[in-house]
T-cell receptor, first 112, second 115 residues
Framework: NAGVTQTPKFQVLKTGQSMTLQCAQDMNHEYMSWYRQDPGMGLRLIHY???????DQGEVPNGYNVSRSTTEDFPLRLLSAAPSQTSVYFC???????????FGQGTRLTVV | AQSVAQPEDQVNVAEGNPLTVKCTYSVSGNPYLFWYVQYPNRGLQFLLKYITGDNLVKGSYGFEAEFNKSQTSFHLKKPSALVSDSALYFCAVRDRANAGNMLTFGGGTRLMVKP
């Protein structure tokens, strides 16, 4: 049972490039979310999904897109990377009957 | 709206001494409260949660936390700190009124336990 898997673990992008951060969970969880972690600011919610086909914006959605075509996968797309998007990104999932969320190992993204 | 405050960026404690990491929260309804720990270059690991019932909840690695509704606090405690407890600790809240609510995190507190 792998839990929440994020790929890649590290990525360097040039300003203006696009990329997709992958997130997959094998726990059949309904709820999935993306956070970014910046020093002193904790984790801030980017986008989330309450089920396949349903997504919504979090606190800091600008510059990011998501989709949820399956229960297992919740990719995060950076449309045109900016240095302000340099951060560590975490994907999390939670089942409807769970109270706590489970987190992936994170993706460290640097935009130069 | 929901929010979390962790007033201390860093807490220093000597090994063997008790530790407290502070957390206060704000939600419009009743809260689910959580503590997570992050070791260097790792993801977040769940430590403990308050759902309902006893105000003192026990979690992993000897940690416990006390829910205080009147003070809207959920401080993390451990009777005797270990050097291996040194890590970044996050408090988080979720309003239980809506099952689809996501977590809101505090800014994190770095715990340094010195030998």
């Amino acid at each position: 049972n792998a839990g929440v898997t994020q790929t890649p673990k590290f990525q360097v992008l040039k300003t203006g490039q696009s990329m997709t951060l992958q997130c997959a969970q094998d726990m059949n969880h309904e709820y999935m979310s993306w956070y970014r972690q910046d020093p002193g600011m904790g984790l801030r919610l980017i986008h989330y999904s309450v089920g396949a086909g349903i997504t919504d914006q979090g606190e800091v959605p600008n510059g990011y897109n998501v989709s949820r075509s399956t229960t297992e996968d919740f990719p995060l797309r950076l449309l045109s990377a900016a240095p302000s998007q340099t951060s560590v990104y975490f994907c999390a999932s939670r089942g409807q009957m769970n109270t706590e969320a489970f987190f992936g190992q994170g993706t460290r993204l640097t935009v130069v | 709206a929901q929010s979390v405050a962790q007033p201390e960026d860093q807490v220093n404690v000597a090994e063997g001494n008790p530790l407290t990491v502070k957390c206060t929260y704000s939600v419009s309804g009743n809260p689910y409260l959580f503590w997570y720990v992050q070791y260097p270059n790792r993801g977040l690991q769940f430590l403990l949660k308050y759902i309902t019932g006893d105000n003192l909840v026990k979690g992993s690695y000897g940690f416990e936390a006390e829910f205080n509704k009147s003070q809207t606090s959920f401080h993390l405690k451990k009777p005797s700190a270990l050097v291996s407890d040194s890590a970044l600790y996050f408090c988080a809240v979720r309003d239980r009124a809506n099952a689809g609510n996501m977590l809101t995190f505090g800014g994190g507190t770095r715990l340094m336990v010195k030998p």
